[in-house]
């Protein structure tokens, strides 16, 4: 192998190593934040599983037919009634106004046996709704989106391992549902042939309980369904949250602001507040020093009467700048280790010294004024 075949060779792998690194860094890999999670539930990407909702509510019908047979039962009778009086008299259905009497009648019977069950139903699919997502309006969930409606989206959509996944669901759940169904209207086959010699009383008892059992069937698969399928959307809602390292600190320089940006802001309110108190050093009347390390200057307003009053403080390369500015200025320099270290450690920028300091700072203001009037 040639080295123009091995640099290349060499230069093939260092790509390979770099998309492998790019993707890597990109991969979500980190539980969501909180804010990602408020986000995505502002945008209606919530978990809920609608087969859990349909067996709650299948129950809560089964529950309300329950409990409003008997009206149920008397009005569908009363109706079969008014209806096998027209079989008798078919003539009468040639009056436009009875027709639209026994129309009126149809209408009125069938929603006062169909709004109590739909109203049982509504109320049920309210409350697992509540219960699975909790209160929830999201109006960017149903505001209409380009992407929504693109061709090219739809058919990605359309083709995607998660429809895929809810397709097969759909099948697997409709098998199972038909099995049911089948196999227990077989185990009934002879009560449903003998309807033929009942009356409507003994059918109607005989395909209530066909109806009830079904219902019941219905309601546990269902309910394991849900179950199942609730903990799937969990799952894979977890997962679509997830987010990379980089999103993670994109997301914090947004809320709490990029940390070098915010370093570079508070190294320079540091840099002004330095020079503020550099610049009070010329003013004060006194630098105590520790001789090195620590350096304090005080300032002392006869006139006003107060105790005196720090007006800058620090140590190591600090303290060296406050002895230079105070030697450039003439200002006094006092060396005092225990009364250095206890002004640096004990009194803030700006503050006047305690009262525990005034004996052994009135001492020195005492040695500096002597000095100056010897001067």
């Not at 067996?55 to 149920?72: M, Q, R, T």
């Not at 077989?186 to 010699?197: A, E, H, K, P, W």
Request: hydrophobic residues 45%; proline residues 3%.
């Amino acid at each position: 192998m040639g080295v123009n075949d091995q640099v290349h060779d060499l230069h093939s792998m260092t790509l390979i190593v770099g998309v492998n690194l790019q993707h890597f860094g990109g991969e979500k890999t980190e539980q969501a934040t909180s804010k990602k999670r408020d986000e995505a539930r502002k945008e209606g990407q919530v978990v809920q599983s609608k087969d859990m909702s349909s067996a709650v509510s299948l129950l809560a019908v089964f529950f309300g037919i329950d409990a409003f047979k008997e009206y149920i039962i008397s009005t569908f009778l009363e109706y079969y009634n008014v209806i096998a009086e027209v079989m008798e008299n078919p003539d009468q259905l040639s009056e436009v106004s009875y027709a639209l009497k026994l129309m009126g009648f149809s209408i009125q019977t069938m929603l006062a046996i169909v709004l109590p069950v739909l109203a049982v139903a509504l109320v049920t699919g309210v409350v697992m709704s509540y219960l699975q997502v909790g209160a929830l309006l999201s109006i960017k969930a149903i505001q209409p989106k380009l992407s929504k409606i693109s061709p090219i989206n739809g058919f990605k959509r359309l083709f995607s391992m998660r429809s895929i996944v809810e397709f097969l669901k759909s099948i697997l759940k409709a098998i199972i549902l038909l099995y049911i169904t089948g196999s227990y209207l077989l185990s009934r086959q002879n009560d449903i042939m003998m309807v033929f010699d009942m009356n409507v009383y003994q059918i109607t008892a005989i395909m209530w309980d066909i109806i009830l059992n079904l219902m019941i069937r219905a309601v546990i698969v269902l309910l394991i369904l849900g179950v199942a399928d609730y903990v799937y959307k969990k799952w894979q809602n977890e997962k679509d949250l997830m987010m990379s390292k980089q999103e993670i600190k994109d997301e914090y320089k947004m809320t709490e602001g990029d940390p070098q940006l915010k370093g570079k802001i508070k190294q320079k309110q540091r840099e002004i507040s330095m020079g503020r108190m550099m610049a009070e050093v010329p003013k004060a009347d006194v630098i105590i020093t520790n001789p090195s390390h620590f350096a304090v200057a005080l300032q002392y307003d006869t006139e006003q009467g107060d105790a005196p009053k720090v007006v800058a403080k620090g140590k190591d390369l600090i303290a060296r700048n406050i002895r230079k500015i105070a030697e450039e200025n003439e200002v006094p320099i006092v060396e005092n280790k225990p009364l250095a270290r206890a002004l640096y450690a004990e009194v803030e920028l700006g503050q006047f010294i305690p009262e525990e300091l005034y004996h052994a700072v009135a001492e020195v203001l005492a040695y500096v004024y002597k000095l100056k009037k010897s001067s």
